[in-house]
C-alpha cells in the first residue's frame, strides 16, 4: 500500500557499479510536481548514469525507487514510459524521414475503433500541444528540415504526448542558440504549471539559477547537497561541485623550472593572408609564453592556427620558426619543425575513439618506439604511456582502456599526452577546455603552466574571457578575419577584449 507523499518519485540509496568503477554510490534524488529539479555536477560525477536508472535504461545494483509512494523496479525504458517518465537524451533520436506528428506518435498511434490508425487525430492532438507551447512548427513537417531547437521542442512534445509526468532533460541547450534557449524555458514553465516534474541536467550555471527550483549537486558518483536554489550562490554551487574553492584556478605564478630566455622568439609570423578567412595577420610567439587569441565565432582564429600547422595553405605572408623561415606545406613538416596543434574537435580530429588510451597517445610519434623502424619496443611503450598518464593524471583504470570511455576532461589530456611524447617546442591549442567540467578545466590550465615553466610556448585559442585574462601573458584579438588588437596581461579586461572582439576601436591601441 503506498502511502501519501509529496513526492511523484523517489530514488532511495541508489548505486550502480561499472567494471573498476562505482558510477552511482549511494545517491537519494526526490522529485515534486511542478518543480524544476537541477542535477548538476562535473562530467563523470554521475549525473547521466542515475538518470538512465530511472529511465529504464540501465539496471540498478543497489537501493530502490518508489513512485507515488510505491516500489516501482523498472525493467526496460518502455515500461518507464508507461508509467509516466520520458527521458530526452542529448543525441536527439527522431526519424529525418518521417514528419513530426508520426515522430510524437510513433509507437503508441491513435486508432479509429476499428483499428484503423486516425491520422487527423493525431495531427490535430500535435497542433494543440504546440499552440499550448507556444511552439511554431507545423506537425507535416519533415524532421530533417528542423533546425536542432525546433527538434528539441519535437522531442519535448513526443513526452507530453505520451503523457509524462515526470521529464528528463539532458543537456538540453548544449546545441542551440540564446534565443532558443529563451523559448525553451518558456516551454519548461508551462510544463511546471501542468504540475509536471522537470529534471534539467546541465552544467551551465545562468541556467541552472534561472530555471531551477531545487539543485542537487553530485561529485565523484556521491550525492554532495540537495538545497532550494534560493539558498545556494554560484560560489557555493562550484564549491560543491569541485570540493574546493576556485580562487586558486589559474595557476600562473611565474616560477621557471627549467633556464631559458623568455625574450627568445619561437614563432614570428608576418603578413600572413588568405583571401576570404584572414588578412595581414602578423605575431611573434616567446619561449615560455601563453599566447591568448580571443575573438567571437567565424573571426578566422581557426583558420590562421591551421595554416601555421600546415592544415591550410596561405596565399601571402612568412612562417618563421626559430629564426629560419618555413614553408609548412603539411602538418608533418610543422611536427618536425617542433609543432602541436590539439584541435577543438577532438572527436574528430583529436582522437581515435575506439582506441586504447596507449594506442592514442603513441601515433603521432610511432618512430620513437620501434625498433629499426619496424618492431614495437613493448616495454618502452608502455613506460612511455604510464609515465605521461601519470604526469597528467589521466583518470583510467589502465592504458588498455578504450578512450570512447573517458570523460571529456581526460580524453583532452591524452591529446596533450600524444604531442607530449614528441616534446614540442610550441603547442596550438583551440578551445582546449571547451565541453570540460570545471575541475578538469582547473587540471589542463596547471598541465599548461607546467609546460610554459618548462620553455614551452603556448598559442591558446579561447572563447572564454576569464580563461583568457586567466592564463595568458599576452592576447592578441581578432574579428573578421584580422587582428584588431594585442594586449599584455597587464593591459586586458574583459570590455577591451569584447571591444575589439566586435570590431571596436580601444584607446592608446
Known amino acids: ?100 506528428w508520426e515522430n510524437i506518435y510513433c509507437g503508441q498511434e491513435k486508432t479509429t475503433k476499428l483499428g484503423v490508425i486516425n491520422k487527423k487525430v493525431m495531427i490535430a492532438e500535435t497542433q494543440k500541444i504546440f499552440d499550448e ?50 523559448h525553451l524555458f518558456e516551454v519548461i514553465a508551462k510544463l511546471k504549471n501542468q504540475q509536471k516534474a522537470i529534471v534539467y541536467i546541465s552544467h551551465k550555471m545562468d541556467e541552472i539559477f534561472q530555471i531551477a527550483d531545487m539543485i542537487t549537486v553530485m561529485r565523484d558518483g556521491c550525492h554532495i547537497v540537495t538545497k532550494k536554489a534560493s539558498e545556494l550562490t554560484r560560489e557555493e554551487v562550484i564549491h560543491h561541485m569541485v570540493g574546493r574553492d576556485l580562487s586558486n584556478m589559474y595557476t ?52 590562421v592556427m591551421e595554416t601555421i600547422f600546415g592544415l591550410r595553405k596561405a596565399d601571402k605572408g612568412t612562417i618563421r620558426i626559430k629564426g629560419r623561415d618555413v614553408r609548412v606545406k603539411n602538418p608533418g613538416i610543422a611536427i618536425r619543425r617542433g609543432l602541436a596543434f590539439v584541435s577543438e ?35 618502452k611503450e608502455r613506460s612511455v604511456v ?21 570523460s571529456g576532461g581526460n580524453q583532452q589530456k591524452v591529446i596533450i599526452a600524444k604531442w607530449l611524447m614528441g616534446e614540442p617546442d610550441i603547442f596550438i591549442m583551440d578551445e582546449p577546455t571547451r565541453g570540460i567540467d570545471i575541475g578538469a578545466k582547473a587540471e589542463i590550465y596547471k598541465i599548461m603552466d607546467t609546460l610554459a615553466k618548462r620553455g614551452k610556448s603556448i598559442i591558446m585559442i579561447s572563447s572564454e574571457m576569464p580563461e583568457l585574462l586567466g592564463m595568458s ?14 594586449f599584455t596581461r597587464e593591459e586586458c579586461n574583459q570590455e577591451i577584449l569584447m571591444t575589439c572582439s566586435v570590431g571596436g576601436n580601444v584607446d592608446g591601441n
Open 1 to 100: 500500500m503506498g502511502e501519501h507523499t509529496d513526492y511523484i518519485v523517489e530514488m532511495k540509496n541508489c548505486r550502480k557499479v561499472f567494471p573498476g568503477v562505482v558510477a552511482v554510490n549511494d545517491v537519494s534524488l526526490s522529485l515534486r510536481r511542478g518543480e524544476v529539479h537541477a542535477l548538476i555536477g562535473e562530467n563523470g560525477a554521475g549525473k547521466s548514469t542515475i538518470m538512465k536508472i530511472l529511465a529504464g535504461i540501465l539496471p540498478l545494483d543497489g537501493g530502490e525507487i518508489l513512485y507515488e509512494g510505491e516500489p516501482f523496479s523498472p525493467k526496460n525504458p518502455l515500461q518507464v514510459l508507461e508509467k509516466g517518465i520520458s527521458m530526452i537524451p542529448q543525441e536527439l533520436d527522431l526519424v529525418p524521414d518521417m514528419s513530426v
Open 252 to 303: 600562473k605564478d611565474g616560477a621557471r623550472t627549467e633556464e631559458f630566455d623568455p625574450e627568445e622568439v619561437l614563432l614570428e609570423v608576418n603578413g600572413l593572408s588568405k583571401e576570404g578567412q584572414f588578412e595581414d595577420i602578423s605575431f611573434d610567439l616567446k619561449r615560455g609564453e601563453i599566447l591568448g587569441v580571443s575573438g567571437l565565432m567565424g573571426a578566422g582564429r581557426t583558420e
Open 473 to 486: 601573458d599576452r592576447v592578441i584579438v581578432m574579428h573578421e578575419g584580422r587582428i584588431t588588437g594585442k
Open 386 to 406: 604510464d609515465d605521461l598518464m601519470g604526469q597528467l593524471k589521466v583518470k583510467a583504470t589502465s592504458r588498455e582502456t578504450v578512450v570512447n570511455n573517458l
Open 133 to 182: 507551447l507556444g511552439i511554431q512548427i507545423s506537425p507535416l513537417s519533415k524532421i530533417y528540415k528542423l533546425s536542432v531547437a525546433q527538434m528539441q521542442m519535437v522531442t519535448i512534445v513526443k513526452a507530453i504526448a505520451f503523457d509524462a509526468d515526470v521529464i528528463i532533460m539532458d543537456e538540453p541547450t548544449s546545441a542551440i542558440t540564446d534565443r532558443e534557449v529563451a
Open 345 to 379: 574537435d577532438r572527436k574528430l580530429y583529436g582522437l581515435n575513439l575506439s582506441g586504447t588510451i596507449k594506442t592514442n597517445i603513441t601515433m603521432a610519434y610511432l618512430s620513437q618506439i620501434l625498433l629499426g623502424g619496424l618492431i614495437i619496443q613493448f616495454k
